[in-house]
């Protein structure tokens, strides 16, 4: 089973901001098997990329995946309000089960 | 594309619940739901996966033998059905379909979710 371990636990940031949020996996994940997710209080979690560099639809360019090997990175280039809210990452593709990092919450400075 | 699951649950330690989720806007067959938990105030736990075509489910380790998947593919819907609960299994359970087809036997990112349904189990 792959470990997904996210840092920071929060970050906090000011709008207009870039964050930075890193998952780091305890095996070797292909970067077209690793997503993230945005998951505001009280709602289901929403898909916002995954693969190497895929946006789920409606998705603003601003959130951009990077990363190999056991060390990925989703960057918020300048943060609006809407963007405070969790972040997870998640393992996918051919081998589950397929695990969750434990979360970065990007809070209002 | 949407999935729809349903309402609030409450049960006690000991008993079983069963929870539903729909789909509908798509080919229910041709794409596959999985769960996923999330305990109050925690992260996301994937629990396990069907395959609305044959049934074939798979879960995390920590679930076998006391969750059950299946699929009604007459009315487009999943069920889980989680056995001999206990108060750590308080949590929000959410459905959700992959956003594409992948392979056979390849899996994809979770892109529509379900809206979620409180279990609460105690006593």
């Known amino acids: 089973e792959i470990v997904l371990t996210q840092s920071p636990g929060t970050l906090s940031l000011s709008p207009g901001e870039r964050a930075t949020l890193s998952c780091r996996a305890s095996?070797?994940?292909?970067?077209?098997?690793l997503a993230w997710y945005q998951q505001k209080p009280d709602q289901a979690p929403r898909l916002l990329v995954f693969?190497?560099?895929s946006r789920a639809t409606g998705i603003p360019d601003r959130f951009r995946a990077s990363g190999s090997g056991t060390d990925f990175t989703l960057t918020v280039s300048s943060l609006e309000p809407e963007d405070f809210a969790m972040y997870y990452c998640q393992v996918y593709g051919s081998s589950p089960p397929f695990t969750f990092g434990g979360g970065t919450k990007v809070e209002i400075k | 594309v949407q999935v729809d699951q349903s309402g609030t649950e409450v049960k006690e330690p000991g008993a079983s619940v069963k929870l539903s989720c729909k789909a509908s806007?798509?080919?229910?067959?041709?794409?596959?739901i999985h769960w996923v938990r999330q305990a109050p105030g925690q992260g996301l736990e994937w629990v396990g996966l069907i395959d609305p075509n044959d049934g074939a489910t798979t879960f995390a380790q920590k679930f076998q033998g006391r969750v059950t998947v299946t699929s009604d593919t007459s009315t487009s819907t999943v069920y889980m059905h989680l056995s001999n609960l206990r108060s750590e299994d308080t949590a929000v359970y959410y459905c959700?379909?992959?956003?594409?087809?992948?392979?056979?036997?390849?899996?994809?990112?979770?892109?529509?979710w379900g809206q979620g349904t409180l279990l609460t189990v105690s006593s």
């Open positions: 095996q070797s994940v292909s970067s077209s098997q």
């Open positions: 693969g190497a560099s």
């Open positions: 959700a379909r992959e956003i594409t087809r992948g392979l056979p036997g390849t899996y994809r990112p979770l892109g529509y």
């Open positions: 806007g798509y080919t229910f067959t041709n794409y596959y």
